[in-house]
Protein backbone atom coordinates (compact mmCIF):
# COMPACT_ATOMS: atom_id res chain seq x y z
CA UNK A 1 0.00 0.00 0.00
CA UNK A 2 0.98 3.54 -0.72
CA UNK A 3 2.49 5.72 1.86
CA UNK A 4 0.40 8.52 1.09
CA UNK A 5 -3.01 8.70 -1.48
CA UNK A 6 -4.57 11.94 -3.17
CA UNK A 7 -7.71 12.79 -2.04
CA UNK A 8 -9.83 13.79 -5.16
CA UNK A 9 -12.85 15.47 -3.73
CA UNK A 10 -10.57 18.57 -1.65
CA UNK A 11 -8.16 18.53 -4.44
CA UNK A 12 -11.04 19.25 -6.76
CA UNK A 13 -12.78 21.42 -3.96
CA UNK A 14 -9.53 23.52 -3.54
CA UNK A 15 -8.11 24.29 -6.86
CA UNK A 16 -5.09 22.68 -5.61
CA UNK A 17 -3.19 18.85 -5.37
CA UNK A 18 -3.77 17.43 -1.71
CA UNK A 19 -2.78 14.46 -0.31
CA UNK A 20 -2.90 12.75 2.76
CA UNK A 21 0.24 10.66 4.55
CA UNK A 22 -1.77 7.29 5.55
CA UNK A 23 -1.86 7.02 9.26
CA UNK A 24 0.62 5.21 11.08
CA UNK A 25 3.46 5.72 8.47
CA UNK A 26 6.26 5.60 9.99
CA UNK A 27 8.47 7.95 7.46
CA UNK A 28 6.65 11.37 7.29
CA UNK A 29 9.75 12.94 6.48
CA UNK A 30 10.40 10.51 3.27
CA UNK A 31 6.88 10.97 2.09
CA UNK A 32 6.46 14.63 2.56
CA UNK A 33 10.14 14.87 0.05
CA UNK A 34 8.53 12.84 -2.20
CA UNK A 35 5.15 15.01 -2.87
CA UNK A 36 6.85 18.05 -3.20
CA UNK A 37 6.54 19.32 -6.69
CA UNK A 38 3.85 16.93 -6.62
CA UNK A 39 1.55 18.17 -3.64
CA UNK A 40 0.71 21.93 -2.19
CA UNK A 41 -1.55 20.95 0.72
CA UNK A 42 -0.41 17.21 3.31
CA UNK A 43 -2.35 15.98 5.97
CA UNK A 44 -1.06 14.27 8.02
CA UNK A 45 -3.05 12.89 11.51
CA UNK A 46 -0.59 11.39 14.21
CA UNK A 47 -0.64 9.89 17.61
CA UNK A 48 1.89 12.00 19.18
CA UNK A 49 3.03 15.41 18.43
CA UNK A 50 5.37 16.06 15.62
CA UNK A 51 8.61 17.29 16.16
CA UNK A 52 8.99 20.96 15.46
CA UNK A 53 12.23 20.17 13.30
CA UNK A 54 10.09 18.16 10.90
CA UNK A 55 7.32 21.61 10.47
CA UNK A 56 10.02 23.48 9.79
CA UNK A 57 11.56 21.58 7.38
CA UNK A 58 8.08 21.02 5.12
CA UNK A 59 6.22 24.27 6.30
CA UNK A 60 3.83 22.20 8.95
CA UNK A 61 1.46 23.87 11.72
CA UNK A 62 -0.40 21.91 13.86
CA UNK A 63 -4.03 22.91 12.78
CA UNK A 64 -6.19 20.61 15.12
CA UNK A 65 -6.01 18.17 18.22
CA UNK A 66 -8.67 15.62 16.82
CA UNK A 67 -10.72 14.72 20.09
CA UNK A 68 -13.03 11.59 19.86
CA UNK A 69 -14.89 11.15 21.75
CA UNK A 70 -17.97 7.81 22.49
CA UNK A 71 -20.52 6.73 25.04
CA UNK A 72 -22.10 3.79 25.20
CA UNK A 73 -25.97 3.76 24.47
CA UNK A 74 -28.48 3.86 27.10
CA UNK A 75 -31.87 2.70 27.52
CA UNK A 76 -34.76 5.24 26.90
CA UNK A 77 -34.89 8.67 28.46
CA UNK A 78 -37.27 11.72 27.65
CA UNK A 79 -37.01 13.44 24.87
CA UNK A 80 -37.58 17.20 23.74
CA UNK A 81 -40.68 17.75 21.40
CA UNK A 82 -39.38 20.13 19.84
CA UNK A 83 -36.74 18.27 18.11
CA UNK A 84 -38.04 16.87 13.99
CA UNK A 85 -36.32 15.33 11.45
CA UNK A 86 -35.57 17.58 8.87
CA UNK A 87 -36.31 16.58 5.29
CA UNK A 88 -36.56 19.99 3.29
CA UNK A 89 -34.49 20.19 0.71
CA UNK A 90 -32.63 22.63 -0.42
CA UNK A 91 -32.29 23.19 3.32
CA UNK A 92 -33.31 26.67 4.31
CA UNK A 93 -30.58 29.66 4.59
CA UNK A 94 -30.94 29.52 8.74
CA UNK A 95 -30.04 25.62 8.86
CA UNK A 96 -26.95 26.55 6.16
CA UNK A 97 -26.03 29.38 8.70
CA UNK A 98 -26.40 26.83 12.10
CA UNK A 99 -23.75 24.33 9.91
CA UNK A 100 -21.10 27.40 9.24
CA UNK A 101 -21.48 28.55 12.78
CA UNK A 102 -20.95 24.51 13.93
CA UNK A 103 -16.87 25.08 11.98
CA UNK A 104 -15.33 28.21 13.70
CA UNK A 105 -13.13 25.65 14.71
CA UNK A 106 -12.44 24.04 11.82
CA UNK A 107 -8.84 23.47 10.78
CA UNK A 108 -10.16 24.81 7.70
CA UNK A 109 -10.95 27.72 9.92
CA UNK A 110 -7.78 27.84 12.33
CA UNK A 111 -5.42 27.52 8.77
CA UNK A 112 -5.71 30.89 7.22
CA UNK A 113 -3.91 29.60 3.93
CA UNK A 114 -7.80 29.29 3.81
CA UNK A 115 -9.97 32.00 2.37
CA UNK A 116 -12.94 32.83 4.38
CA UNK A 117 -14.71 31.48 1.99
CA UNK A 118 -14.07 28.52 1.13
CA UNK A 119 -14.49 27.07 4.85
CA UNK A 120 -17.83 29.13 4.72
CA UNK A 121 -18.57 26.99 1.20
CA UNK A 122 -16.90 23.74 2.67
CA UNK A 123 -19.58 23.52 5.29
CA UNK A 124 -22.39 24.83 3.38
CA UNK A 125 -22.01 21.76 1.12
CA UNK A 126 -21.52 19.55 4.30
CA UNK A 127 -25.22 20.96 4.86
CA UNK A 128 -26.84 20.31 1.67
CA UNK A 129 -25.51 16.87 1.47
CA UNK A 130 -26.76 16.01 4.86
CA UNK A 131 -29.87 17.76 4.36
CA UNK A 132 -30.67 15.51 1.19
CA UNK A 133 -28.84 12.57 2.75
CA UNK A 134 -26.10 11.66 0.68
CA UNK A 135 -24.10 12.20 3.47
CA UNK A 136 -25.94 11.64 6.57
CA UNK A 137 -28.85 9.00 6.94
CA UNK A 138 -30.87 11.45 9.38
CA UNK A 139 -30.68 15.45 10.46
CA UNK A 140 -32.42 16.45 13.11
CA UNK A 141 -33.52 19.43 14.15
CA UNK A 142 -34.65 21.71 17.66
CA UNK A 143 -37.27 24.81 16.11
CA UNK A 144 -39.66 26.07 18.63
CA UNK A 145 -42.36 28.56 17.94
CA UNK A 146 -41.25 28.20 14.20
CA UNK A 147 -37.61 29.02 14.91
CA UNK A 148 -34.97 26.66 13.99
CA UNK A 149 -32.12 27.10 16.88
CA UNK A 150 -30.56 23.88 16.76
CA UNK A 151 -29.18 21.21 14.46
CA UNK A 152 -27.26 17.73 14.80
CA UNK A 153 -26.85 15.16 11.66
CA UNK A 154 -25.98 11.30 11.83
CA UNK A 155 -24.94 8.60 10.12
CA UNK A 156 -23.06 5.03 10.89
CA UNK A 157 -18.74 4.84 10.97
CA UNK A 158 -17.23 1.52 11.99
CA UNK A 159 -20.61 0.14 12.93
CA UNK A 160 -21.39 2.60 15.68
CA UNK A 161 -23.75 5.67 15.50
CA UNK A 162 -21.77 8.88 14.27
CA UNK A 163 -22.43 12.58 14.91
CA UNK A 164 -21.48 14.48 12.13
CA UNK A 165 -22.41 18.08 12.71
CA UNK A 166 -23.91 20.04 15.72
CA UNK A 167 -24.65 23.31 15.63
CA UNK A 168 -26.84 25.72 18.74
CA UNK A 169 -27.61 28.92 17.44
CA UNK A 170 -25.33 31.39 19.52
CA UNK A 171 -29.09 33.42 21.22
CA UNK A 172 -30.03 29.53 22.14
CA UNK A 173 -27.36 28.38 24.05
CA UNK A 174 -27.11 27.68 27.31
CA UNK A 175 -31.17 26.87 27.26
CA UNK A 176 -30.60 23.03 26.81
CA UNK A 177 -30.76 22.94 23.10
CA UNK A 178 -27.41 20.99 23.06
CA UNK A 179 -28.80 18.11 25.21
CA UNK A 180 -31.91 18.03 23.82
CA UNK A 181 -29.76 16.88 20.63
CA UNK A 182 -27.84 14.99 21.68
CA UNK A 183 -30.18 12.64 23.33
CA UNK A 184 -32.02 12.65 20.41
CA UNK A 185 -29.17 11.13 18.33
CA UNK A 186 -28.75 8.98 21.28
CA UNK A 187 -32.32 7.69 20.55
CA UNK A 188 -31.90 7.55 17.03
CA UNK A 189 -28.81 5.43 17.68
CA UNK A 190 -30.14 2.92 19.68
CA UNK A 191 -33.39 2.29 17.21
CA UNK A 192 -30.98 1.62 14.34
CA UNK A 193 -29.18 -0.77 17.06
CA UNK A 194 -26.14 0.55 17.55
CA UNK A 195 -24.73 0.23 21.00
CA UNK A 196 -22.34 2.81 21.00
CA UNK A 197 -22.33 6.68 19.80
CA UNK A 198 -19.11 8.45 18.71
CA UNK A 199 -18.61 11.93 17.64
CA UNK A 200 -14.91 14.17 16.52
CA UNK A 201 -14.46 17.74 17.54
CA UNK A 202 -11.85 20.15 17.94
CA UNK A 203 -9.33 19.71 20.83
CA UNK A 204 -10.03 23.63 21.28
CA UNK A 205 -13.59 23.59 20.80
CA UNK A 206 -14.06 23.76 24.72
CA UNK A 207 -17.89 24.19 24.48
CA UNK A 208 -18.36 21.13 22.48
CA UNK A 209 -15.97 19.45 24.71
CA UNK A 210 -18.07 20.27 27.69
CA UNK A 211 -21.24 19.24 25.98
CA UNK A 212 -20.34 15.99 25.59
CA UNK A 213 -18.77 15.32 28.32
CA UNK A 214 -21.88 16.30 30.19
CA UNK A 215 -24.28 14.00 28.12
CA UNK A 216 -21.81 10.93 29.43
CA UNK A 217 -19.28 10.73 26.91
CA UNK A 218 -16.14 10.07 27.34
CA UNK A 219 -12.59 10.73 25.41
CA UNK A 220 -11.61 7.79 23.29
CA UNK A 221 -8.89 9.11 21.44
CA UNK A 222 -6.69 12.08 20.34
CA UNK A 223 -5.13 12.63 17.11
CA UNK A 224 -2.33 15.37 16.33
CA UNK A 225 -3.39 16.84 12.85
CA UNK A 226 -0.82 18.77 10.85
CA UNK A 227 -1.42 21.00 7.56
CA UNK A 228 2.51 20.96 5.47
CA UNK A 229 2.41 23.52 2.58
CA UNK A 230 4.67 22.42 0.00
Given amino acids: MMPYERLSWDSDFFGFEVYRIQHGHADVAQCLSALKGKARLVYLAAGVETPTTLLEAYNGRLVDIKTTFE ?87 GGKGDIGLVAVDPASRGK ?31 PACNLYQKCGFHIARIEYFYHFWL
Avoid at 180 to 194: P, T
Wanted: a negative charge; aromatic letters at 10%.
Fill in 176 to 206: GVGMALMAAAEAWSRQQGYHQLQVVTQGANT
Fill in 71 to 157: KNVEGPGPLSPFISSYTTDPPEETLIRLGIESGVYSRFKVDDHFEEDQYKELYRLWVINSANRKIAREVLVYRRQEQLSGLITLGEK
